[in-house]
């Protein structure tokens, strides 16, 4: 695709957990970090600007919710939180579209590894925790940074950086389809014990508020 932009999100992402996944997909980025003021999805798209001109295409829903969707040029939201078939639907709207945001899920939860999806599921019959994943309105259970404290870090950091590994599988399968170069950055941080802290709470702290930005060519 020539004359195409396309950036891709990924959800609570540390640029220390891409700076080590990246170099078993590809030899061909350059990443390095950014330092912005953004430490949760709300938040982050509050503070976004200067995007009026693209189309979101976004697993997460939170665009909706912090009622920020007149910032783009049009917004549209996943079937699912799969990320294959996010970048099905983006490809379609890069058929058509010079400028797309694709926002996926991994690595924020639910976890959707093959190991950590099972666990998830244990977790959420465990608690009595339902979700929504499909359509507009998607709702993601119950605060994940509770469980999280409970399961402890060793625990959470293996079943997270597996689902990195579910949105990077899914963007190298593509990677011949998708127009180069292009990003892959996130929206904030994660935090995996640091301090006692699990998730993206509303505190600031400096690994929250570092994203990468790769440059995929």
Not at 144 to 157: D, N
């Amino acid at each position: 695709m020539k004359n195409k932009n396309l950036i891709i999100i990924l959800d609570a992402c540390r640029f220390d957990a891409l700076k080590e996944a990246l170099p078993n997909y590809t030899e061909n980025f350059l990443i390095f970090p950014f330092v912005g003021a953004s430490r949760s999805t709300p938040e982050f798209y509050r503070n976004i600007t200067f995007v009026s001109d693209f189309v979101l295409v976004t697993a997460n829903p939170f665009v909706l919710y912090a009622n920020q969707e007149h910032k783009w040029k049009q917004v549209i939201h996943t079937k699912s939180i799969d990320p294959e078939d996010n970048l099905e639907e983006c490809l379609a709207v890069l058929e058509k579209e010079d400028k797309v945001v694709l926002h996926l899920l991994p690595p924020h939860a639910p976890w959707q590894g093959k190991e950590g999806g099972a666990r998830w599921k244990e977790i959420m019959r465990i608690f009595k925790f339902s979700m929504k994943l499909e359509g507009k309105h998607k709702d993601f259970g119950p605060p994940h940074r509770q469980i999280f404290a409970k399961l402890g870090a060793e625990t959470v950091r293996k079943y997270y950086f597996e689902n990195l590994c579910v949105s990077l599988d899914a963007i190298f399968r593509y990677y011949d389809k998708l127009p180069k170069p292009f990003m892959i950055t996130a929206d904030h941080g994660e935090l995996l014990g640091e301090d006692g802290k699990f998730g993206h709470p509303e505190t600031s702290h400096f690994i929250l508020q570092t994203v990468p930005v790769a440059v995929i060519y």
